[in-house]
């Protein structure tokens, strides 16, 4: 008899919402597939198994202190040195099919599209009602295609294997279906699923949590996003004919770009999820909120985490017992416009390089802690200033070995900090409203619809607290051009999605990555001189590295060594 192991969750009544910290490190227990498949508890807790790991490519705990994506970009640096480490093997460009110590990338995946595949099989003979049953596949169809769409924007197409449940003794060697066939078959398998999910609205309390038409719906609008992109829109770096079909569509079909409005369109229209809105409370008070809140309009997919600290813990300087991972570059910073709306670059905004914070978006000051900016200390059990200039105690840097010269606060509670007691009910966003209002912007705006995409920037800006100004376009220029547009979308994406694991997946579609992700990233110097700051930009600790091969990753050696069928990636 086969066994498989399972991972049983500590439930309430529901599977997929879970309110202990130990959520993602459940009890494990040995079990037959007789025994699983044939109780409804642990048939249900083998669906939730597949939830757990949504979040793999998003979590902080996932590469822990090892770095991240973002870290491997533009937007953030790297805390350690080290050149074995996850996010230097990016940043650094040394990362190659036999040096990939990130291999989850390939393995997470499918190891859940197995787990989906197995579920399918046994769902029909389980004791389960018809109706939870047909709700129960639609699930794991949309999971399925949720870890399927992470293969595609890293790797390109990969091998599909349909309904497929293959053991420990078979033989794989499948070759990779084209670029073109895994879209096809990842927004047909999301059509179907949504016919037979409910609403987000539809759901018990109980139930919160679990994916919905929404969560289809949005996460085509992605993928056919990702599908309209230079990259994969007749962008494969390779002049093998054969290969480019794997990574690429053939040739740039600029229809693309209608469907990818089309299908984010869908979502807006749908009603079911608005942005988080508060700017009574303070300017952009909604915006820092969304992230707080584990039930909110703007979240369609989602990691529940119940009461944490988990952001706290990741990204808090020293001074508030966090570990200051991610530090925010100061190229990101600039990228925040002011409170007006204008570019730092721009002579009417009034900037002031030597006070730079003053009268910036106020998504700025949500997302990044920088000098002085207030933030809960527990001895004080108030809020106190976070001091980051040159030799400032306890959070300060060195002249030598100064990183960014600022520290994430993007999805961290100001009021709590990681040595608190306190905690924070809270999900980890995998994909809300505000990327689908930015993606409808990008994909409209392709087409050579300009005016279109108007609307939802000002959106987006409007929550943030930028003021409207006289003409009611919150700083947007009037009558941009589509190559303007493109630029300003975006630079809007950057600061509205920062840290949400995106940069490192655009800069790559965008096949910006050569310009943007080479070099050193900017810091910012801050000495004090009495109650005086000087402020001088200058580079950061390292250098990063980025090659034309690199916007795709390769597919580990030991993969294509077991499935010879399986073809490489250019470069590689």
């Known amino acids: 008899m086969k066994k498989i192991l399972i991972i049983l969750f500590l439930l309430t009544a529901s599977v997929a ?21 044939t109780d409804s508890t642990r048939t249900m807790a083998f669906l939730s198994r597949i939830y757990s790991d949504i979040g793999f490519s998003f979590t902080k705990g996932r590469w822990d202190s090892h770095g991240n994506t973002e870290e491997a970009t533009d937007d953030a640096e790297y805390k350690f040195s080290g050149t074995g480490q996850k996010a230097v093997v990016l940043y650094s460009g040394t990362v190659s099919p036999t040096n990939f110590p990130f291999f989850e990338f390939w393995s997470t995946p499918y190891n859940n599209i197995r787990r989906v595949n197995l579920l399918l099989e046994k769902l029909p003979a389980t004791p389960l009602s018809a109706p939870l049953k047909a709700r129960m596949a639609a699930e794991a169809r949309f999971l399925r295609a ?19 449940v293959f053991d420990i003794e078979d033989f794989i060697n499948q070759p990779r279906n084209s670029y073109a066939e895994c879209v096809t078959y990842l927004t047909s398998e999301l059509d179907a699923a949504a016919t037979q999910l409910p609403t987000a609205t539809d759901y018990s309390e109980q139930n919160y949590g679990r994916v919905t038409k929404g969560a289809c719906l949005a996460l085509k609008s992605r993928i056919l996003l990702q599908a309209a992109s230079p990259l994969f829109n007749g962008g494969a770096e390779t002049t093998d004919t054969e290969l480019a079909k794997i990574v690429s569509t053939p040739t740039y079909d600029a229809s693309l770009w209608q469907k990818a409005a089309d299908a984010a369109q869908a979502v807006i229209s749908s009603g079911t999820y608005s942005l988080n809105v508060d700017n009574a409370t303070a300017p952009g008070y909604g915006f820092s909120q969304v992230f707080l809140k584990r039930v909110n309009s703007e979240y369609i997919v989602f990691q529940n985490r119940g009461a944490n600290r988990d952001m706290e813990g990741f990204y808090n300087p020293a001074s508030r017992g966090g570990a200051n991972n991610a530090m925010p570059t100061h190229n990101l910073a600039e990228a925040f416009p002011m409170r007006n709306g204008k570019p730092i670059t721009d002579p009417t905004s009034g900037y002031d390089p030597k006070n730079p914070y003053l009268n910036r978006d106020p998504r700025f000051g949500y997302s990044i802690i920088y000098n002085e900016s207030p933030y809960y200390l527990p001895s004080t059990n108030a809020l106190s200033p976070v001091l980051t200039y040159e030799n400032a105690p306890t959070d300060g840097f ?19 900090s990681a040595n608190s007691s306190f ?28 005016a279109l995409a108007y ?20 700083g947007l220029k009037a009558n ?27 800069i790559r579609r965008w096949k910006t990555a050569m310009v943007v992700n080479n070099g050193f990233n900017k810091r910012i110097r801050i000495v004090k001189s009495g109650t005086t700051y000087t402020y001088e930009v200058v580079n950061s600790i390292r250098q990063h590295n980025f090659r ?25």
């Open 17 to 37: 919402c879970q309110q202990s910290d130990d959520f993602l490190e459940p009890k494990t227990s040995a079990l037959t597939e007789e025994l699983v498949f």
């Open 146 to 164: 949720w870890y399927y769409d992470w293969l595609l924007i890293s790797f390109g197409g990969v091998p599909l294997i349909g309904d497929k």
């Open 398 to 416: 060195t002249s030598a070995g100064q990183t960014t010269g600022y520290y994430s606060r993007k999805m961290c509670d100001v009021n709590i």
């Open 423 to 450: 905690n924070t009910n809270r999900g980890w966003p995998l994909l809300r409203y505000a990327e689908i209002l930015l993606n409808y912007a990008e994909a409209i705006n392709e087409t050579g619809q300009t």
């Open 455 to 474: 609307p939802k920037l000002i959106e987006l800006r409007s929550r943030a607290g930028i003021l409207p100004g006289t003409d009611n376009l919150y």
């Open 480 to 506: 941009m051009t589509k190559e303007e547009m493109r630029e300003v979308v975006r630079t809007e994406r950057r600061i509205e999605l920062a840290f949400e694991d995106h940069r490192w997946n655009d």
């Open 548 to 572: 034309p091969e690199m916007y795709l990753l390769p597919i580990p050696d030991s993969e294509v060594r077991k499935a010879p069928a399986m073809r490489q990636n250019p470069g590689w």
